[in-house]
């Protein structure tokens, strides 16, 4: 039976990020420290329809925010295992998401909705302040799906930019990504929160003979042969 949304005490909670790996809790105060959380979603077309989107969006801007500095970035993993830790149930609304945010130590969280119908891609996401509970910035893009690459890029930079912090030096070289590979790649996250390693891992694979630049499949397919973030 799981519990009721949020009614934690304060001890458990305190248990649970002791337990997680890494010094969560325990950030710098003068670098912002994001958690992205996983956006709800809806995919039409070329087989998307029971495909996790947002699971898969959240994870591409993770690995972009992770190639930048001046911010700190909570990998999906942390936050999946203090989910599933005090068995919460997240339904992606923004008091869920503040909550989430503040268990984690985390100043800002990401939430949002994702639409892909056919080849038109349609992103709207908030980025709240965990401390006061207001919406920093609203990211609203509209894009064909085969450029969804380009957009995660686009969407870290408004990000970036609410937050007064330095561009990257160096962009990565934009390509489009195959529908076919964004959802091999959404299938593969979805199975990897499962557990199932062994299907993403599969998934992952054919993701990157879709599309063999798909850095985040390589990523993730790094991470599971090797055992690193």
Same mark, same amino acid.
Request: charged letters at 25%.
């Given at each position: ?5 949020? =009614?934690?005490?304060?001890? /458990?909670?305190?248990?649970?990020? @002791? ?8 950030? =710098? ?23 996790? /989107?947002? &699971?898969?969006? @959240? ?26 830790? /005090?068995? /919460? ?12 945010? &503040? ?12 639409? @892909? ?8 996401? $908030? ?5 006061? @509970? ?5 990211? &609203? &893009? ?19 930019? =609410? ?7 160096? $962009? ?21 929160? $499962? ?23 390589? $990523? ?9 973030s």
């Amino acid at each position: 039976m799981r519990r009721p949304p949020y =009614a934690i005490a304060t001890a /458990l909670a305190a248990f649970a990020l @002791s337990a997680m790996p890494g010094p969560i809790q325990a950030q =710098a105060n003068d670098v912002p420290t994001v958690a992205v959380l996983d956006f709800n979603s809806f995919m039409m077309g070329e087989g998307g329809a029971s495909v996790q /989107l947002g &699971k898969a969006i @959240s994870a591409m801007l993770v690995t972009e925010f992770s190639n930048r500095e001046g911010i700190r970035i909570v990998e999906r993993q942390r936050i999946n295992a203090l989910i599933d830790e /005090l068995e /919460l149930n997240y339904t992606g609304a923004v008091e869920e998401a503040i909550e989430l945010g &503040k268990l984690l130590g985390m100043q800002y969280v990401l939430l949002g909705q994702v639409t @892909s119908i056919v080849d038109n891609l349609r992103m709207d996401i $908030r980025a709240v302040d965990v401390e006061t @509970s207001e919406i920093l910035t609203v990211m &609203k &893009k509209s894009d064909k799906t085969t450029e969804l690459f380009a957009v995660v890029v686009d969407l870290a930079d408004d990000f970036g930019e =609410a937050l007064d912090l330095t561009p990257p030096s160096q $962009r990565p070289e934009m390509q489009e990504i195959p529908v076919r590979a964004t959802i091999e790649f959404s299938r593969a996250v979805d199975f990897e929160d $499962r557990g199932e390693v062994e299907q993403a891992i599969q998934h992952y694979e054919a993701t990157l003979e879709i599309h063999p630049a798909h850095r985040d499949a390589r $990523r993730a397919l790094d991470r599971l042969r090797g055992g690193t973030s």
